[in-house]
């Protein structure tokens, strides 16, 4: 029975890890798609293409299923029209919030975005409410070297920040017009990039130093990002060290 009992329990675990992962493809996905259409299917001339097929790839997304999406976007197959929506608004502690999303039925998301907002102690704000307090920012991360190389490399590129980051990794901050020269640097040089793409950097960050206010605030996070039409979350939250690792 132990042995039966086991390989349920693997089972389990990998039909879980596979519908996560299939999840974060349709995610990838849809930006892929949505980025080939606004920019066009070569990613050398779209930089929102490049970006969404390098992080698609980061998480093995196979390559037929990227082609599909680039070829759907660009034109080449019929599919779901996708249109990009974001909502704002605030969770406990005040945090503010921008949520990215890619919906082919903007009531039906839109209904569905305010209520996991009201049932996890946010609100849900007007457009232009929080997203003053965020700007669009290139961001990559690069494994396997010091601040003062990547400073070095990316110097001519004149990224905004450059920063240590968990698990000895640097993080670079760059404009959005800079995100092709701050990648070409990196890649001549020949460091490793973990992630690079657009997203929203807050101005400032909101210091949560209660566990029950950190523990409402990851768990609205958690399931805005967990809905089928959700591509990206961003917070100006600031929890301590102390109190994440209670939440772990």
Request: charged share 25%.
């Amino acid at each position: 029975m132990a042995g039966h009992s086991h390989a349920a329990n693997v089972a389990r675990r990998k039909n879980a890890v596979d519908a996560v992962r299939a999840k974060l493809f349709s995610k990838y996905s849809r930006e892929i798609t949505v980025a080939a259409k606004l920019g066009g299917g070569d990613p050398n001339f779209n930089p929102r293409l490049r970006a969404a097929i390098s992080a698609a790839r980061s998480e093995s997304m196979p390559n037929d299923r990227i082609d599909h999406a680039v070829k759907k976007g660009a034109g080449g197959l019929e599919g779901a029209n996708y249109e990009e929506l974001t909502y704002e608004g605030y969770g406990p502690g005040g945090v503010a919030l921008v949520v990215e999303t890619m919906s082919d039925n903007k009531n039906r998301t839109a209904a569905e975005i305010r209520s996991v907002f009201a049932k996890y102690h946010g609100n849900l704000g007007t457009p232009g409410s929080v997203a003053w307090m965020f700007k669009k920012k290139a961001y990559f991360v690069v494994s396997g070297a010091s601040e003062d190389r990547v400073l070095e490399v990316t110097l001519e590129a004149e990224p905004d920040d450059i920063k240590s980051a968990a698990n000895n990794q640097i993080e670079v901050i760059a404009p959005v017009e800079k995100f092709d020269a701050v990648e070409k640097a990196l890649k001549t040089a020949n460091l490793a990039i973990s992630a690079s793409k657009l997203t929203f950097i807050p101005d400032n960050a909101v210091p949560v130093t209660d566990l029950d206010t950190a523990k409402s605030l990851m768990t609205l996070i958690d399931k805005l990002e967990d809905h089928d039409d959700v591509q990206n979350v961003h917070a100006n939250y600031d929890i301590p060290e102390e109190i994440l690792n209670k939440l772990n």
